[in-house]
């Protein structure tokens, strides 16, 4: 059983909806380009990009007996990383392909389980999730966030959250801040963590030092997570594993926290990215991409039915 897949279990034995896609990426600056996200139509998933006008939505290739999710685009615009997983059990990887979906190309060996890819901003590494070891009760003995180069190769452990502690937490969903100097990511635990099942967010920096936890575990916020292209805030959401929730923003440093959505149950919000200019963020809501202003007013919808799950907004080339 590969680790998103042990996740997935979790989620479903709690009765929990969302529990895989809720952000994680650097949103570098620069002119406004399209949204890359995963369409959940059918099985199995694919991913899709759309204009932030909602006028041209383009379905990426689809592949046999996997699943493709998590897209984050290249600083330039020109690719997109994501993550590729079977239908059934066995290892996710990381991929990057051109912006249309050809020459796709796995980053790292076949044996690795490797997920969740956020491109650093001077697009030369990927941060990325990583687990191995045996399952039980559902959980991986170890997950941590690991860098690579580009291409693949490289990998270097950053976070040792589970290393004294194995089966305790998913460490996942890394995302760069826009100097590339540090990494937040999210820290999920089971019942062996402390607290036990707690959600939250960590910034670290990108030699592994300095871990510090950004968000209160009673927040429950996590999963994926962007930083503003200014490096003044992260958007993040609460309660990260349920689907009904509302996005937020927090500085760097724990201060500053900020509801900026306000959906009442039962909408289904999963989150996504801020734009390239740092004006709007984007985000799935009950199955389709929306775009806000930054402070999280003036919604609209980009897509209709394509049950869309974690946007990501590129720069234009």
């Not at 059990?89 to 990057?96: I, M, P, Q, T």
């Amino acid at each position: 059983m590969h680790r998103l897949r042990a996740i997935g279990a979790v989620a479903a034995a709690a009765g929990l909806a969302g529990a895989v896609a809720v952000l994680a990426q650097a949103t570098p600056s620069g002119r406004n380009g399209q949204i890359a996200f995963k369409m959940a139509l059918g099985s199995p998933s694919r991913l899709a990009v759309v204009t932030a006008d909602g006028k041209a939505l383009q379905k990426l290739p689809k592949t046999k007996q996997v699943s493709d999710d998590d897209p984050d685009w290249s600083p330039d615009g020109g690719r997109i990383a994501f993550t590729r997983c079977p239908v059934r059990d066995g290892r996710c990887h990381v991929y990057a392909m051109r912006a249309r979906g050809s020459a796709a190309t796995r980053l790292g060996p076949a044996n690795d389980d490797r997920a969740q890819p956020a491109w650093s901003p001077n697009g030369k590494q990927i941060a990325f999730s990583r687990g191995w070891g045996s399952v039980q009760n559902d959980h991986i003995k170890y997950a941590e966030i690991y860098v690579m180069n580009a291409n693949g190769s490289g990998a270097r452990q950053i976070t040792r959250i589970t290393a004294s502690k194995p089966f305790s937490a998913d460490v996942a969903h890394p995302a760069w801040s826009p100097d590339g100097k540090q990494l937040t990511f999210a820290v999920t635990n089971s019942d062996r963590g402390d607290p036990a099942h707690g959600l939250a967010l960590f910034v670290v920096n990108i030699d592994g030092s300095d871990v510090r936890q950004v968000t209160p575990w009673e927040l429950k916020g996590g999963g994926r997570s962007d930083w503003s292209p200014d490096g003044s805030v992260i958007l993040f959401k609460a309660p990260a594993q349920r689907g009904p929730g509302n996005l937020y923003t927090i500085a760097p440093d724990g201060t500053a926290l900020e509801q900026i959505t306000h959906y009442a149950p039962p909408t289904v919000v999963w989150l996504g990215s801020f734009s390239p200019d740092g004006k709007w963020i984007t985000y799935a809501k009950s199955g389709d991409v929306y775009v806000a202003r930054a402070d999280g007013t003036g919604a609209r919808q980009v897509s209709t039915g394509v049950s869309a799950w974690a946007p990501d907004w590129g720069t234009a080339r």
